[in-house]
C-alpha cells in the first residue's frame, strides 16, 4: 500500500494553493460582505480552467484524476466556500451531462461549461422537499414539442449567474431531470436569495417555473430516472467536492490558529505554550488529517471505477463536514474575541463550516446511510 | 455466462448476506437494497466487464434478477 500524491498530483497542489493564495483568498470576506463572487474571481477561474476541471479534454477540460480535482476543492475552499460551492454545482450539471445526456447535449453544452461561456447549476430541492428529493412537487406534462414545467425551485446555488439548470420535475408521477436553459425558459423567475448563515457569496436564487416550455430533446437521461440515478450521480460528485471543500475550511482554521497561537501573548509567553490550547492545536491537527484521508480514499476509489466509492464518499463528506466545524469552533476559540469579528476570518470559516452539514445531504441523512450500510454488512 | 454469474453473486453477496440469492429470484423485491444500491450496481457492471450501462439502459427490469443482469452483461459485450 502506499499513500502519496503522484509527482503531477504535488505539483497541481501546489498550484492550486498558490492560485488560492493569489486571487480567492484576498476577495474572501468581500464575497462574504457582498454576498457575490467578484467578476475579478470568476474571469480568474475561467482562464485558469479550473470551471473545466471535471471534464475530460475532449469537451475542453482539464482531464483532471478525481484525486486533483479533490485537491483543486481544498485549495479553493481553503480561500472561499462560495467559490468552492460554484465548482461544486457547476460541476455537478456538467458531469450530469456528461453522464446521461445525448451526443447532441454534450456537444452543445460541455466545451461551453468547460471555458466558462455557460455556468451550470443544480436545481432540486424545493420548499416542500428538501431531504427527501424523490418528493419532488414541481411538475413536467407533456406538450406539444415538449414539456411544460411549473413549480419552484429555492435554496439553488448559483441559480442567480447560472445559464444552464439541471432540474427535477414529477413526470407521469416520477422524477425526471430536464435540462432548462435560462435564455431559452420564457416563463422562469429567478429570485435572489440573499441573508446566509455562511457561503455567502453562493449567489442563492428561487426559481418559479410558471408553464415553461422545454422540448423532447431536454429531457436529460430517461423517464423516471431522475433522482434514482441522475441526481444521485450528480449528488455523488457534489458531496465528494463539499467534503474536499471542508478539509480547505479546516486547514485555513488551523493555519490561522497556528500563527495567532504563536504571536498571541498572555501571561507573558504565546498562548501557544498553554497546554489547553495545545490539546486544540493537537485534536485541529489529527482531524484535518483524519478528513483529508478518507477523502484521498474516495477519490482513489472513484479514479478506479470501484463501487465502494460511492459509500466512502457519504463517509467522507460525513466527517469532514463535522471536522470543518469542530476545528473552525477550535479556531475561534483560540482567537478568543478576535474570533468573533469580521477583521479576522475565522468568524467566517465558523459560518461557513455549519453550511456542509446541511448540503448535499444532511449530517442525519448520512447518519441514516452510514448506520444503514454498515448493520446490512453484517 | 455462468462466470459471470458467479461475478455477479459474489458483487451481490454483499448486500444479501444472509440469503441464497436464486438465479431468478427478484433483487429489489427482497428489500435489503438502499437507494445507492442501483448506482453502485451500474459501477460494478460497468468496471467489472468494461462495458457503459446507457441511460436508456437504466430500467430496474434490466437489473432485477442474477439471470436478467447475466443477459445484459452478454448482451452488451457481445463482440460485434
Ligand atoms: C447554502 C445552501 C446551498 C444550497 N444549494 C442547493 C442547490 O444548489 N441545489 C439544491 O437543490 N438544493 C440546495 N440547497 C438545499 C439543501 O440541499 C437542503 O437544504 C437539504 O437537502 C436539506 O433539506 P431541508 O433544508 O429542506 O431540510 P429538511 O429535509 O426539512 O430537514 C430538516 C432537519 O430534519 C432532519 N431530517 C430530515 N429527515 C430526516 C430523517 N429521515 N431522519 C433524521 N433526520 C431527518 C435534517 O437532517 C435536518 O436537520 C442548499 C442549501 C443551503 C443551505
Redesign the interface.
Given at each position: 500500500m502506499k499513500i502519496e500524491l503522484s509527482d503531477a498530483q504535488q505539483g497541481y497542489k501546489e498550484s492550486f494553493r498558490h492560485f488560492a493564495d493569489s486571487y480567492i483568498v484576498p476577495y474572501a470576506q468581500r464575497h462574504d460582505a457582498e454576498e457575490r463572487i467578484s467578476e475579478e474571481v470568476l474571469d480568474r477561474l475561467i482562464s485558469a480552467g479550473y470551471l473545466g476541471s471535471m471534464l475530460p479534454t475532449s469537451f475542453g477540460g482539464m482531464g483532471l484524476d478525481m484525486v486533483t480535482v479533490g485537491l483543486l476543492n481544498e485549495e479553493i475552499g481553503r480561500g472561499c466556500s462560495a467559490v468552492r460551492s460554484l465548482l461544486t454545482v457547476h460541476g455537478m450539471a456538467a458531469l450530469g451531462i456528461l453522464r446521461f445526456g445525448t451526443a447532441d447535449m454534450k456537444a452543445q453544452w460541455l466545451p461551453r461549461m468547460a471555458s466558462g461561456k455557460a455556468i451550470g447549476a443544480f436545481a432540486l430541492s424545493e420548499p416542500e422537499a428538501g431531504s427527501n428529493a424523490a418528493g419532488v412537487k414541481t411538475t413536467a406534462t407533456r406538450t406539444a414539442g415538449g414539456f411544460l414545467l411549473n413549480g419552484c425551485k429555492r435554496w439553488i446555488t448559483m441559480g442567480q449567474i447560472a445559464d444552464l439548470f439541471i432540474l427535477f420535475a414529477q413526470l407521469d408521477g416520477k422524477p425526471t431531470a430536464f435540462l432548462v436553459e435560462k435564455a431559452n425558459a420564457e416563463g422562469l423567475t429567478v429570485n435572489k436569495m440573499n441573508g446566509f448563515l455562511g457561503a455567502r457569496g453562493s449567489m442563492i436564487a428561487e426559481l418559479q417555473l410558471n408553464d415553461v416550455f422545454v422540448p423532447e430533446s431536454h429531457l436529460l437521461g430517461k423517464e423516471g430516472i431522475g433522482v434514482s440515478h441522475v441526481a444521485l450521480s450528480c449528488l455523488d460528485y457534489g458531496r465528494y467536492t463539499v467534503a474536499w471543500g471542508c478539509i480547505g475550511t479546516a486547514q485555513a482554521s488551523l493555519e490561522a490558529s497556528l500563527h495567532f497561537a504563536k504571536e498571541r501573548e498572555q501571561f507573558g509567553q504565546p498562548i501557544g505554550s498553554n497546554q489547553l490550547i495545545q490539546k486544540m492545536i493537537t485534536e485541529m491537527v489529527v482531524t484535518v488529517k483524519s478528513a483529508r484521508l478518507l477523502c484521498l480514499q474516495a477519490g482513489y476509489l472513484k479514479d478506479i471505477g470501484d463501487p465502494d466509492s460511492i459509500m466512502e464518499t457519504w463517509n467522507a463528506k460525513y466527517f469532514a463536514s463535522l471536522a470543518a466545524n469542530q476545528v473552525s469552533g477550535h479556531a475561534v476559540q483560540i482567537h478568543g474575541a478576535r474570533g468573533c469579528h469580521q477583521d479576522f476570518p475565522v468568524e467566517r470559516y465558523f459560518r461557513d463550516a455549519k453550511i456542509n452539514e446541511i448540503i448535499e445531504g444532511s449530517s442525519q441523512m448520512h447518519e441514516v446511510m452510514i448506520a444503514n450500510h454498515a448493520l446490512q454488512a453484517l | 455466462m455462468e462466470e459471470n454469474k458467479v461475478k455477479i453473486r459474489k458483487?451481490l453477496s454483499?448486500?444479501f448476506?444472509k440469503h441464497e440469492l436464486g438465479d431468478d429470484e427478484d433483487i429489489f423485491a427482497l428489500g435489503?437494497v438502499?437507494?445507492?444500491f442501483?448506482?453502485?450496481?451500474?459501477?460494478?457492471l460497468?468496471?467489472e466487464f468494461e462495458l457503459a450501462v446507457d441511460?436508456?439502459d437504466?430500467d430496474f427490469a434490466n437489473f432485477k434478477t442474477i439471470n436478467l443482469l447475466a443477459s445484459f452483461v452478454e448482451k452488451k459485450t457481445v463482440k460485434v
Open positions: - | 458483487f454483499r448486500f448476506k435489503f438502499n437507494s445507492l442501483a448506482m453502485q450496481l451500474i459501477m460494478f460497468e468496471k441511460p436508456q437504466m
